[in-house]
C-alpha cells in the first residue's frame, strides 16, 4: 500500500524557518513527482511547491517563491520542502501526494498522506 507521511509541523514566530518531510513507505519514491499542498482553515486546498521524480523540474506558488525550497533524497525515500521567512498567511496544514514522474494537474496527485500542521504566530 502507497504511503505517504508528513512531519516537521509545529509553531514558529513570523521570519522563521521549518523543514517538513514528506517519507514514503511501501513504495519507491523514485518513479514520482511529490507536490506539497496545504490548507488553511475556511480555504480551499492550493499547490505549495512540486518536485519531478529526477529532481530537475521544480515548481512553486507565487506567495512562497524566494522563501520555500523542495528537494528530495530518493535514498531515503523523503522528500523535504525547506520553509524560510514564514508569514502568519503560510499557517495550514501541509499535505504531499505522489504523481507519476511529472508536476502535471493537482487531479494527478494521489496517495495523500494525513499531513502536518504548520502555525506562523507570534
Known amino acids: 500500500q502507497l504511503q505517504l507521511v508528513e512531519s516537521g509541523g509545529g509553531l514558529v514566530q513570523p521570519g522563521g524557518s521549518l523543514r517538513l518531510s514528506c517519507a514514503a513507505s511501501?513504495?519507491?519514491?523514485?518513479?514520482?513527482?511529490i507536490g506539497w499542498f496545504r490548507q488553511a482553515p475556511g480555504k480551499e486546498r492550493e499547490g505549495v511547491s512540486c518536485?519531478?521524480?529526477?529532481?530537475?523540474?521544480?515548481n512553486y506558488a507565487d506567495s512562497v517563491k524566494g522563501r520555500f525550497t523542495i528537494s528530495r533524497d530518493n535514498a531515503k525515500n523523503t522528500v523535504y520542502l525547506q520553509m524560510n521567512s514564514l508569514k502568519p498567511e503560510d499557517t495550514a496544514v501541509y499535505f504531499c501526494?505522489?504523481?507519476?514522474?511529472?508536476?502535471?494537474?493537482?487531479?494527478?496527485?494521489?496517495?495523500w498522506g494525513q499531513g502536518t500542521q504548520v502555525t506562523v504566530s507570534s
Open positions: 501526494a505522489a504523481a507519476p514522474y511529472y508536476c502535471l494537474t493537482p487531479a494527478a496527485f494521489g496517495s
Open positions: 518536485i519531478s521524480s529526477s529532481g530537475g523540474s521544480t
Open positions: 511501501g513504495f519507491t519514491l523514485d518513479y514520482y513527482a
